[in-house]
T-cell receptor, first 114, second 116 residues
Framework: AQSVTQLGSHVSVSEGALVLLRCNYS??????LFWYVQYPNQGLQLLLK??????LVKGINGFEAEFKKSETSFHLTKPSAHMSDAAEYFC????????????FGPGTSLSVIP | DTGVSQNPRHKITKRGQNVTFRCDPI?????LYWYRQTLGQGPEFLTY????????KSRLLSDRFSAERPKGSFSTLEIQRTEQGDSAMYLC??????????????FGPGTRLTVL
C-alpha cells in the first residue's frame, strides 16, 4: 500500500524567502514521486517528478525536490518565493510498476506575504 | 488549445438526481483517468481506461457510479441517485501509454458538483 503525508496544511512565507514544503511517503515498491501545483479553479499541473536516476530533481518555476530513500522524503524547495507561487501543492506517489494509480497527499496551501 | 477539457465546469443538482460529466482528453492520449477531490483533500483515484477498456476501478466507485469511454476518445462519468456526500470536484486526466515507461498525466480543470 502507498500513502503520502504532507506536514503543514498551510504554509506562509515572505516574498523572497525560502519555500520548503514537506512530503513523506510510504511505499512497498520503488516509488515514483511527484509534486503538483493547483491554482484556484484550475486543474493540477506537474511541477516535477522523480522516477529513477539523480535524486535531486528540478522542475518548473524554480522548484526542486530531493528524493531521500532513507528518510522516505521528497521535500519541495524554492530559494526565493514569488507572489505567483501562492497555490495548493500536492505531493504524490505511485508504484514504479503501476504508475497509473497516483496517490496524492492532502495538500499544502502556500501563501506568499508581500 | 489541445489540453484536457471537462464539461460542465460546475453542476448543482438536488439529492436523488442523476448527473453526467464529460471529459475530452488530449487527442493522441490512449489513457484516461478519473479522480475525485473533496474540499481540503488531495485527489482520489476513481478509475482509468486504456482506449475503451476500463482497467481498474477504486472501491470508492460505488454501484451508483459508472464510467464509459465507448470509442476510446471522450469519457463520461455518471452518478445516479446523487447524495450530498458526492459533492466534490471531479478531475479527469489523460496520458499516452507506451510500453511501461512513465508518461505524465495531464489534468483537466475539473467539474465541481454540488448536491443540495
Amino acid at each position: 500500500a502507498q500513502s503520502v503525508t504532507q506536514l503543514g496544511s498551510h504554509v506562509s512565507v515572505s516574498e523572497g524567502a525560502l519555500v520548503l514544503l514537506r512530503c513523506n511517503y510510504s511505499s512497498s515498491v520503488p516509488p515514483y514521486l511527484f509534486w503538483y501545483v493547483q491554482y484556484p479553479n484550475q486543474g493540477l499541473q506537474l511541477l516535477l517528478k522523480y522516477t529513477t536516476g539523480a535524486t535531486l530533481v528540478k522542475g518548473i518555476n524554480g522548484f526542486e525536490a530531493e528524493f531521500k530513500k532513507s528518510e522516505t522524503s521528497f521535500h519541495l524547495t524554492k530559494p526565493s518565493a514569488h507572489m505567483s507561487d501562492a497555490a495548493e501543492y500536492f505531493c504524490a506517489v505511485s508504484g514504479a510498476t503501476s504508475y497509473d494509480k497516483v496517490i496524492f497527499g492532502p495538500g499544502t496551501s502556500l501563501s506568499v506575504i508581500p | 488549445d489541445t489540453g484536457v477539457s471537462q464539461n460542465p465546469r460546475h453542476k448543482i443538482t438536488k439529492r436523488g438526481q442523476n448527473v453526467t460529466f464529460r471529459c475530452d482528453p488530449i487527442s493522441e492520449h490512449n489513457r484516461l483517468y478519473w479522480y475525485r477531490q473533496t474540499l481540503g483533500q488531495g485527489p482520489e483515484f476513481l478509475t482509468y481506461f486504456q482506449n475503451e477498456a476500463q482497467l481498474e476501478k477504486s472501491r470508492l466507485l460505488s454501484d451508483r457510479f459508472s464510467a464509459e469511454r465507448p470509442k476510446g476518445s471522450f469519457s463520461t462519468l455518471e452518478i445516479q441517485r446523487t447524495e450530498q456526500g458526492d459533492s466534490a470536484m471531479y478531475l479527469c486526466a489523460s496520458s499516452s501509454y507506451s510500453g511501461g515507461s512513465y508518461n505524465e498525466q495531464f489534468f483537466g480543470p475539473g467539474t465541481r458538483l454540488t448536491v443540495l
